[in-house]
């Protein structure tokens, strides 16, 4: 169900990412037939999904399957392409469609927002196409798809001719096989979809005779200063992929959609560079490039032009309008560690070594304490955000906004609904903050992806995990939730005094074309 929101990642970008990130789905409603056929006397041709044969995609451990709608007009120009990608196939791929008209459910439990949307499998590993529907493009994606996620050695001369020419770089994982540490390795390799080959041995004395540990991952270049040794635990998968994602990134670059994605998904920390002056760049780039040996398995670096991103900085916690400027922020947590010294090769490497060996302390930005917080609705803050959030003798429900989000000035009235409508019941407390003028302290546990975002925390949690509200908001929904989550609360109904109908009918396709609209004209 479409949620109108507006995504943290989309405000913060929105300059540079706005086209892209508004489209949850397509709103030019095109008269179409059905998705195409792509023909009967094929043996790649494509099979449609429906409950009936839901188990057919479940047996299929290699399968390329496509989300779409009929009245998708970017699914009708993609099904062209698609036909001649799957004729032109030679992998074992099958490839599946689904109607989510038809077959909402299915969609539903992929977690499908945009159409189409298409999604590789291999075994259990997921991928989403992300690149332009080129037939070139859906063929690289079919191979990668398909192909085996290392190759492996057996011989010393197999050895030697790699350890010789190491070309552009490779990984080399030793290993027993078909261990949690294989596993993790072939799960690293597969869900990054890398270019760079990998090569395996499960052989521990073909380790021991070229003094590798076992188990072990390198990656080796002809450049020996790129040379690379993952130090983490192999029995952690996500540690794992985000240093097979590292090597297989640019350490030094510019960022794009895909990009930030990316790295915001593998929760990689970024240095952000913002710069207005090309020398200042050119000399930045150098000293990062003569560091990239030490620090690449760390941290990606990313050049952002101020004048494309005014207004980002203050976001890390940075002065407003000085450049160059640079912090590194480790998405994951949103926690930033703004750099403060000169940008000579000397200090810049000592600033990255300091972060590398969590010497830093990071920032946090805060409003100011509330003089009188007495309200229905508390004022949330950083530096009041523990003692009245986790508060483990009651829950909170706590609302993250945005002054400048559409979406939550509106939902702003039903809020203070909900807090005159729970003002008698005792053991839980409403509150919200402002997301942008507070970071989230890393002890609540929670992420800020969108505006408006809502969290329960629940009473009595010693492991902090708060709820997410993903429902429509709406009076019901919110009392529903409530009601699932605080079952020890007398939580009061909706009176049918209360239901406003004609307020809480979602019209999906509406919502859809108003997001672009409306941040259009916020634009």
Known sequence: ??????????????IAFFLQKIVAKDSKQVNVDEFPTFGDKNTKMRIDITKDNFQLLKDSPNSITVFHTEWCGHCKDL????????????????FFCIDCDKQPDICNQFKIERYPTIIGRYDDIINRFSLQFTEDALLHFDTKVAEDPYIEIQDVKKMDALLKDPGNGFFLFFAKKNDIVDKNFIYAVKSNMVDIPAYASHDVKLAKKYSYDFPSLQYLHKDSKKNCVYKQKFEDKTALARFVFLMDTEFVAGIDQDDYEKIEEREVPVAFYFYSEEKDLDAFKATCKSLESKFKANFVVRLLNYDSYTGYEEVLNLPKGVVPALAIHEMA?????????NFSAASLEEYFKNYSEGKIKPTYKSEPMPSNNNGLIKIVVHDNFIQEVLDKSRYFFLLIT??????????????DWLAEKLKGVNGIVVGKMDGLANDIPREANAKLVCFPTLYLYLKGEENVTPVSFEGNRTKDELISFLKKHCKDLSIPDVSMEEKDVKKEIVNEDKEAEEIESDMEEEL
Do not use: H, R
Request: glycine fraction near 2%.
């Open 402 to 415: 945005s002054p400048q989000c559409k979406f939550c000035k509106e939902f702003l009235e039903m809020y």
């Open 333 to 341: 947590n949103n926690t930033k560690y703004p750099y403060k010294g």
């Open 79 to 94: 099904a062209p392409k698609l036909a001649k990608a799957i004729e032109k196939s030679t992998t074992k791929n099958k």
């Open 1 to 14: 169900m479409l949620s109108p929101t507006v995504s943290f990642a989309s405000f913060i970008f929105l």
